[in-house]
T-cell receptor
Framework: KAGVTQTPRYLIKTRGQQVTLSCSPI?????VSWYQQTPGQGLQFLFEYFSETQRNKGNFPGRFSGRQFSNSRSEMNVSTLELGDSALYLC???????????????FGPGTRLTVL | AQSVAQPEDQVNVAEGNPLTVKCTYS??????LFWYVQYPNRGLQFLLKYITGDNLVKGSYGFEAEFNKSQTSFHLKKPSALVSDSALYFCAVRDSNQAGTALIFGKGTTLSVSS
């Protein structure tokens, strides 16, 4: 079974632009979460989607948004990019066949965003 | 509020020696605890998790972890380290009282295994 895929793998943008990142979960997985990884702040939770609804949200400004489609694929968008948004953005999917919160999150390879 | 602490930024061990990477946590409900490993320019790979039951959990690549409720710890261990184990290790927690599957991660510990 294919793992979590993220596109693109690398992205270079300039300040003020916006960007959209894509995540395809493992087949059959229903939940998708997004994380930001930076050297200074480590891994920080952005948001989580389940059945096309945002279920949880981390402490990030409104410039960060996301959505989930009916096939569980997810996108996240960052508007008005700032230098500090340079990071590795990781997507993770979870099965949750029975709505269990004990399931494991499986991560994709990430999208490396560089803001110049 | 949930939190995870990994008190050591770096752990150095010689190949063949046992290794321990420490993790402590704080949650209001029961903890669901996870260990992940990250190699350079890669995503996170799942190693093992504790949900309930036996305090000693066995995972991938010979790793195991011991859950200690009284000390609120979940240390990662391996009896004999390999050079290929050198990587960045993350401990993560999920509170059983929280809906969803989002994880709170520690800052990470760099494991360096010398030959």
């Amino acid at each position: 079974k294919a793992g979590v895929t993220q596109t693109p793998r690398y992205l270079i943008k300039t300040r003020g632009q916006q960007v959209t990142l894509s995540c395809s979960p493992i087949s059959g997985h229903r939940s998708v979460s997004w994380y930001q990884q930076t050297p200074g702040q480590g891994l920080q939770f952005l948001f989580e989607y389940f059945s096309e609804t945002q279920r949880n949200k981390g402490n990030f400004p409104g410039r960060f948004s996301g959505r989930q489609f009916s096939n569980s694929r997810s996108e996240m968008n960052v508007s008005t990019l700032e230098l500090g948004d340079s990071a590795l953005y990781l997507c993770a999917s979870t099965l949750e066949a029975s709505g269990s919160s004990t399931d494991t999150q499986y991560f994709g390879p990430g999208t490396r965003l560089t803001v110049l | 509020a949930q939190s995870v602490a990994q008190p050591e930024d770096q752990v150095n061990v010689a190949e063949g020696n046992p290794l321990t990477v420490k993790c402590t946590y704080s949650v209001s409900g029961n903890p669901y605890l996870f260990w992940y490993v990250q190699y350079p320019n890669r995503g996170l790979q799942f190693l093992l998790k504790y949900i309930t039951g036996d305090n000693l959990v066995k995972g991938s690549y010979g790793f195991e972890a011991e859950f200690n409720k009284s000390q609120t710890s979940f240390h990662l261990k391996k009896p004999s380290a390999l050079v290929s184990d050198s990587a960045l290790y993350f401990c993560a927690v999920r509170d059983s009282n929280q809906a969803g599957t989002a994880l709170i991660f520690g800052k990470g510990t760099t494991l360096s295994v010398s030959s």
